[in-house]
């Protein structure tokens, strides 16, 4: 079992910039990758993020040069820095940890607008 704990949602103002924190917990030695999703009313979850135990990292096109996603493996945390917000970031955002199986934090609201 693995327990993921997001923090760091909010509004932002367009243009702006949030970092996302996801702790994990539990049986972390069995987590090969981690990512970040989110999901708009009224529309599908999708990938924003995702870095594999290797360190290798892949992005949605439609935050690429805005979002970095980064881990610090002596806190078991995964980061999601979000610069040059626009209002199409709104969203919850998920974290996500690959182990064969899915698990999924509760999710944190980012909100862009002025």
């Known amino acids: 079992q693995v327990q993921l704990v997001e923090s760091g949602g909010g509004l932002v103002q367009p243009g702006g910039s949030l970092r996302l924190s996801c702790a994990a917990s539990?049986?972390?030695?069995?987590?090969?990758?981690m990512g970040w999703y989110r999901q708009a009313p009224g529309k599908q979850r999708e990938l924003v993020a995702a870095i594999t135990s290797g360190g290798s990292t892949n992005y949605a096109d439609s935050v690429k040069g805005r979002f970095t996603i980064s881990r610090d493996n002596a806190k078991n945390t995964v980061y999601l820095q979000m610069n040059s917000l626009k209002p199409e970031d709104t969203a919850v955002y998920y974290c996500n940890a690959l182990t064969g199986l899915d698990y999924w934090g509760q999710g944190t609201q980012v909100t862009v607008s002025s």
């Open positions: 539990g049986s972390i030695f069995s987590i090969y990758a």
